[in-house]
């Protein structure tokens, strides 16, 4: 069973997916990564294979690439070509806020001065004229 399962999990099957294909539910399906460490590691392997796969096609598109293709023009005569994407900025992002977290990520850290603070900025901008009396 863990043979098939690696492969399973290898070709992207969630573990509802296993489930209907070993005829179980899915908590059965968890249940068995408790119950049997060689099946639990099976699927680490498998999902390990899919997400390597998908972490270099994000670096690709993050990157730029290109690869050979065909192009048929109107008479039908094949000609090789090759095909290029440009970095895709999206994918940039994506892999810096989870590569380098710490230079890349939304969370700003901020002081809080509290009402001192607030009240010392409202002193500034009266004493410099910024502020009217509202009348």
């Known amino acids: 069973m863990s043979p098939i399962a690696e492969v399973a999990a290898g070709r992207g099957f969630t573990d509802k997916q296993l489930g209907e294909m070993f005829g179980v539910t899915e908590q059965t399906i968890n249940n068995w990564k408790h119950e049997f460490p060689e099946f639990f590691e099976a699927l680490q392997a498998g999902k390990a294979v899919c997400d390597d796969a998908?972490?270099?096609?994000?670096?690709?598109?993050?990157?730029?690439?290109?690869?050979?293709?065909?192009?048929?023009?109107?008479?039908?005569?094949?000609i090789p070509i090759v095909k290029h994407y440009p970095p895709?900025?999206?994918?940039?992002?994506?892999?810096?806020?989870?590569?380098r977290k710490e230079r890349w990520r939304d969370k700003q850290?901020?002081?809080?001065?509290?009402f001192e603070g607030l009240f010392g900025f409202l002193r500034s901008t009266s004493a410099a004229g910024n502020l009217t009396d509202g009348g």
């Open 109 to 114: 850290e901020v002081e809080h001065k509290g």
């Open 54 to 78: 998908v972490e270099r096609s994000l670096f690709q598109r993050a990157m730029g690439y290109s690869h050979p293709d065909t192009h048929v023009t109107g008479n039908g005569k094949i």
């Open 88 to 99: 895709d900025p999206t994918s940039m992002i994506f892999w810096l806020k989870n590569r």
